[in-house]
């Protein structure tokens, strides 16, 4: 069920319900017009940045009510941890957020040595900060929501920092920064890896997935929204949990705005995720990393002097 309030700017998405806010490209400083994609059943619409390429929705969520969205419990489910272990975790290793965590834990072991003090923003629950640490790493996480972070404390027997990234100071500087399935879903995309380079050390690196527009399923279901095809109502943007999808172009217009320096850039598909062995899966997991075919990119960015 969606209704919609245009006078009180209030929406009702499902279980989750909040103001809205008009807005505009958060990269560009003088934005030009941009383009509108699609436009959804509650007045929601998708707009495409001509000079960045960013995608967004506007109007979306205020930050108020972006942050209740990750306090509903219609948001996680719970369930995952019922009876949950690390060990029976590790051992079921064809699980996604297991092998996901790996292949991060992996690509982070590429550019930091063990013992460095890495920094997991959004961390939710922090299976990532549990899986890193295990591995010699000094981690710690940052989560907005307090319904994550408590699940984290309680089950996986982590230590979390409750609270905004933006307002974080902990009085020392990090070697790596990961940010990983976030800067779709916050408020002011700049002001958190601004942020995330004034924590970092000369030299450190930042670790970034965030969805991919471009990505060959995304383009296909757009393109079939657009020609209204499927009547899904444009749903694989994510709205209203996600407010921005961005390409290759767009996240290092982003990256190097806030004073990084894109070194990698891969896509890794679902099949990768999934822990897909034989020929025919790896040749596909090489093609879509080489040329950003999945729903999702990867960038491995270092901090500017």
């Known amino acids: ?64 009510s972006l942050l ?18 690390y060990e029976k975790w590790k051992r079921e290793n064809r699980d996604r957020s297991y092998v996901t965590q790996k292949l991060k834990l992996q690509l982070l072991s ?11 923003v959004g961390c939710g629950t922090g299976l990532f900060c549990l899986e890193t640490s295990k591995h010699g790493f000094n981690v710690e996480g940052i989560e907005p929501s307090g319904m994550l972070v408590e699940m984290g404390r309680k089950v996986l027997n982590v230590y979390l920092h409750h609270g905004f990234v933006e307002d974080f100071d902990p009085g020392y500087r990090y070697n790596g920064i990961v940010v990983w399935d976030v800067l779709e879903h916050v408020h002011n995309p700049v002001e ?15 670790f970034v997935q965030v969805p991919n527009y471009d990505g060959i399923s995304n383009r296909f279901k757009t393109f079939l929204c657009q020609k209204r095809v499927k009547r899904s109502d444009f749903k694989h943007f994510g709205f209203p949990w996600h407010v921005y999808s961005f390409n290759k172009r767009s996240l290092a217009r982003l990256l190097m705005a806030c004073g990084f320096s894109p070194y990698l850039f891969e896509s890794w598909s679902h099949m990768l995720k999934d822990g ?11 093609i879509s990393k080489r040329f950003y075919l999945s729903d999702y990119i990867t960038c491995v960015a270092r901090k500017l002097p």
Do not use: Q
């Open 276 to 286: 897909a062995e034989g020929f025919l899966p790896r040749l596909m997991i090489s």
């Open 68 to 85: 209740n969205i990750y306090e509903n419990r219609a948001f996680v489910d719970g369930s995952f941890y019922d009876e949950w272990s």
């Open 1 to 64: 069920m969606t209704d919609i309030d245009d006078s009180a700017k209030y929406i009702r998405y499902n279980e989750f319900s909040g103001r809205l806010e008009d807005v505009s490209c958060p990269i560009c400083i003088d934005p030009p017009p941009s383009k509108l994609i699609f436009k959804t059943s509650n007045g929601v619409a998708i707009w495409h940045c001509s000079d960045c390429e960013i995608m967004y929705a506007s109007p979306r969520f205020t930050k108020e």
């Open 110 to 120: 590429r550019f930091l040595s063990e013992k460095s003090r890495v920094l997991d």
């Open 192 to 206: 958190l890896v601004k942020r995330c380079n004034d924590l970092m050390e000369d030299g450190g690196y930042l």
